[in-house]
């Protein structure tokens, strides 16, 4: 177990990457402190710790390196705290069958489409996802199983942006119709504890939206 201090994560609460963290480390029970950054005004902490993509998560576990890139996080903190809800499947092909979908979520960007471009992304991905949570969960609650794992994390951590955008745009991104597992799936994971306590409230992200939309250029056609 971790000793108290020995964890720090430098992150911003609307952040889903650090959200996806938070997240495994909650399910570890691992106390840690949260350093909360401002993307517009990086901390030399962030700049010497990240200075290649000066994002965050990172992870300060006492005087190891800094740990960048959240999937390798979860990665990172079920290795060495192995005894207290294992995130990674054990069977190695297992394991390389969830990082393969981990990255397929990762590399899913609607950013810079249209917005009918971006929907109907979004439904190839719903479709694609439920097929494969219907092949890990094996009729269980969670793609981890009984449990919550690996690619419950790497998805679960959109959530908080999910529930925000499908307000906003009054649109869903899991489907009754589409990925009717995904729809119950997403329901247990926003009740449990762990994911609860992770991801930001509508008005956090509400608040982190308009600043975007106040910086960020018009969208040209
Ligand atoms: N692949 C990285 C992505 C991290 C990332 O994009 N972080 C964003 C916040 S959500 C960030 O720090 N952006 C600041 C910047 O790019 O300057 C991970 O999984 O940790």
Redesign the pocket.
Known sequence: MAKKGEIKLL??P?????N??QIGLNLKCIDYEFIS?N?GC?SDL?LKS?PV?????VLLHANEPPL??????IEYIDEIFPDVHPILPRAPSVRAHNRTWAYFI?TQSPDKKGEEEAKIQIREAAKLLERVFVECSDGKAYFGGDNIGYLDIALGCFLGWITFSETLNNYKVFDETISPRLVEWAKKMRSHEAVKNALPSHDALLKHYSMIQYIKPPRTA
């Open positions: 992150g911003t609307a952040s889903h990457f650090v996806r963290v950054e993307l990086k962030l990240n993509h000066q994002r965050v998560p960048i890139e959240s999937l390798l996080i990762d």
